[in-house]
């Protein structure tokens, strides 16, 4: 079945340190993106991508960095600039435009800084 | 440019019926609606592209106002299953990398 691959489903970082979150697709789509999830917050857009090699920042990509060297896989590199990095992290792809499928999601990696 | 979504929280018994609404400032391409469970995946319910529109089925359905600012979601007769977190997403044009908005969520909580 076609779907959005995450991991880990859970990530313990101390401070300081940098640590990548994995997502993976075989929805043959183009756009993928990352969300961060706060508590009563919904979802903040990271970064976005939707052709191999090329992305854009979203609204809160400080302390975050990503790659998209081929169209499966789309892995989020959390920096130890990133101040309060504890959250929900949400990846997901869609066709290029939005509309007609929506947005599909991987189930998510938690990640606590200890 | 957040879509704003009402209410923030409903608790209903088995079989009662409930509104919620997603506005925007701007008129959108589209509207999305996703639930989520908790600790898992949103998952995609349904899309919305043209004033006037109405879309689903008996149980789960959507509207979405002519001037293309306003959506509900409306659940009737609901059941324990749709329990979760309920968001509007928003597109300003078509293609809309940067320019897709969640809500904040609505939660709905069904009990017996």
């Known amino acids: 079945d076609g779907g959005i691959t995450q991991s880990p489903k859970y990530l313990f970082r101390k401070e300081g340190q940098n640590v990548t979150l994995s997502c993976e697709q075989n929805l043959n789509h183009d756009a993928m993106y990352w969300y961060r999830q706060d508590p009563g917050q919904g979802l903040r857009l990271i970064y976005y991508?939707?052709?191999?090699?090329?992305?854009q920042k979203g609204d809160i990509a400080e302390g975050y960095s990503v790659s998209r060297e081929k169209k499966e896989s789309f892995p989020l590199t959390v920096t130890s600039a990133q101040k309060n990095p504890t959250a929900f992290y949400l990846c997901?792809?869609?066709?290029?435009?939005?509309?007609?499928?929506?947005?599909?999601f991987g189930s998510g990696t938690r990640l606590t800084v200890v | 440019q957040q879509p704003v979504q009402s209410p923030q929280a409903v608790i209903l018994r088995e079989g009662e019926d409930a509104v919620i609404n997603c506005s925007s400032s701007?008129?959108?391409?589209?509207v999305h609606w996703y639930r989520q469970k908790h600790g898992e995946a949103p998952v995609f319910l349904m899309i919305l592209l043209k004033g006037g529109e109405q879309k689903g089925h008996e149980k789960i359905s959507a509207s979405f106002n002519e001037k293309k600012q306003q959506s509900s979601l409306y659940l009737t007769a609901s059941q324990l299953s749709y329990s979760g977190t309920y968001f509007c997403g928003t597109a300003l044009f078509s293609n809309t990398g940067n320019q897709f908005y969640f809500g904040t969520g609505t939660s709905l909580t069904v009990i017996p």
């Open positions: 997901a792809s869609s066709t290029p435009r939005t509309g007609g499928n929506g947005y599909t």
């Open positions: 701007k008129a959108l391409y589209s």
């Open positions: 991508s939707q052709i191999v090699n090329d992305f």
